[in-house]
T-cell receptor, first 114, second 114 residues
């Protein structure tokens, strides 16, 4: 148990569906992250939130929409995805982003887009 | 044509032997490095970290070596056990405006033979 919980663990969706991924951290951290892990590429940073403010968008397509209502919760809203978006989506948290800090990861949501 | 997946290097070791996993990083300005372990069905798990003002750091059964001259990082695992079988990732902190932006390598598969 890393203190970072992601739901659902598995998700299958069609290209016209709208779904959301949820992440919650119980570590008292102030920064949260979304990473994408696919079979074709190394772990890719998608978004960074620091004290609820988005501080990094790594050129992610607009069909992925993050939301961070507070420092403990992070969502990734998905709509009109493509089959190539199928991947493991990992959430992570850290104490802050202002210094060198290790990230704590959740177990991920395995997403399949049909 | 169809894209191929990542072909990760694989290290096979006998149980009880020492393992050395290598990583080349790209950014000479990176000042913080981390090793993660990822088992099947789980998110990356922190193993050990090192800052750029050090060249060696030891943990429990693990040692990280940093050679900034050639931008090389290695992870040494002593007395490798079957439970060490996993994919190992190095990550470098490329910083950015808010200081914490971990960029991951492709990973190395470690297989421990009993």
């Amino acid at each position: 148990e890393t203190g970072v919980t992601q739901t659902p663990r598995h998700l299958v969706m069609g290209m016209t569906n709208k779904k959301s991924l949820k992440c919650e951290q119980h570590l008292g951290h102030n920064a949260m992250y979304w990473y994408k892990q696919s079979a074709k590429k190394p772990l890719e940073l998608m978004f960074v939130y620091n004290f609820k403010e988005q501080t990094e968008n790594n050129s992610v397509p607009s069909r992925f929409s993050p939301e961070c209502p507070n420092s403990s919760h992070l969502f990734l809203h998905l709509h009109t995805l493509q089959p190539e978006d199928s991947a493991l989506y990992l959430c992570a948290s850290s104490q802050a982003t202002a210094t060198n800090e290790k990230l704590f990861f959740g177990s991920g949501t395995q997403l399949s887009v049909l | 044509g169809e894209s191929v997946g990542l072909h990760l290097p694989t290290l096979s070791v006998q149980e009880g032997d020492n393992s050395i996993i290598n990583c080349a990083y790209s950014n000479s300005a990176s000042d913080y490095f981390i090793w993660y372990k990822q088992e099947s069905g789980k998110g990356p798990q922190f193993i050990i970290d090192i800052r750029s003002n050090m060249d060696k750091r030891q943990g429990q059964r693990v040692t990280v070596l940093l050679n900034k001259t050639v931008k090389h990082l290695s992870l040494q695992i002593a007395a490798t056990q079957p439970g060490d079988s996993a994919v190992y990732f190095c990550a470098e902190n490329e910083g950015g405006v808010y200081g914490n932006k971990l960029v991951f390598g492709a990973g190395t598969i470690l297989r421990v033979k009993s």
